[in-house]
């Protein structure tokens, strides 16, 4: 990871996730190279990015109440093009997947997830 702390926003109204995130990125968050913070909904994630907080990365549901994901990054694609949104669903069909790549995810992941690929990705991109 890069000398500045890298700054995840994961957007997903499923609980569980925020501690799975937590015990599994527990070394970088606990050295404070990583923050990671947790809304249930994309609204909260808009309100996190238009107060100026600097984020280098998204991981969002798409099943969501309020504004689903693929909603979510027709926004991000508009208004923050530049910082690289993955989609986390319980749902890996093709037509899914096709569609988030369609409309500008960097990637998609299939719940349970498989950190070790979430934590290539991040490392990756905090490279950059």
Excluded: R, W
Excluded at 33 to 50: G, N, P, Q, R, T
């Amino acid at each position: 990871m890069s000398d500045k702390q890298f700054h995840i926003v994961v957007v997903d109204d499923e609980q569980a996730i925020e501690m799975l995130f937590k015990a599994f990125f527990d070394a970088e968050i606990s050295s404070q190279e990583m923050k990671i913070s947790y809304v249930s909904l994309a609204s909260k994630c808009l309100d996190i990015l238009d107060s100026g907080e600097s984020v280098q990365l998204i991981l969002s549901d798409i099943n969501m109440p309020e504004m689903n994901g693929f909603e979510f990054l027709d926004i991000m694609k508009e208004k923050y093009p530049a910082i690289p949104v993955f989609m986390i669903s319980a749902y890996g069909s093709k037509d899914y997947i096709d569609k988030a790549t369609d409309k500008g995810a960097k990637g998609f992941f299939v719940k349970p997830f498989d950190f070790d690929e979430i934590k290539t990705k991040v490392e990756e991109i905090a490279q950059k």
